[in-house]
């Protein structure tokens, strides 16, 4: 069983995000965000209700799809809290983790607007 600790709707998907999704980058922002960085963002609306911080073992969600966190940044959570940022980076063990990215393993394609973003936490 598995709990949802964060959800948010892709609002718009920024026109140059496509070239970053197919390096397994996937870069989140929440609204409002600055033009030039929605270029390249997937943008959602945001998340209410409580944060839970993200850590490894959980499943990020995009749409359908989900990796499994194998890290999290030090600024990866007030981040995320925040500003609704943060920088999915996928397969990318043998690469530094950087304080505001979070690492994961598997697969995603590119998501479609309105497609749910979440974060869930597995119980045993």
Do not use: C
């Amino acid at each position: 069983m598995s709990t949802t600790i964060w959800q948010s709707e892709i609002a718009r998907i920024g026109p140059d995000a496509n070239d970053m999704f197919e390096g397994g980058v996937y870069i989140l922002f929440g609204e409002p965000v600055p033009d030039a960085l929605a270029e390249v963002s997937l943008v959602h609306k945001g998340h209410s209700g409580e944060f839970v911080p993200v850590q490894a073992g959980d499943e990020f969600v995009i749409g359908d799809e989900a990796v499994t966190v194998t890290a999290v940044g030090d600024l990866a959570n007030p981040n995320l809290q925040e500003l609704g940022h943060v920088v999915l980076y996928l397969n990318a063990e043998d690469t530094a983790l950087l304080p505001g990215a979070i690492q994961a393993t598997g697969t995603l394609t590119t998501p479609a607007e309105g497609a749910l973003i979440s974060v869930r936490r597995n119980e045993v």
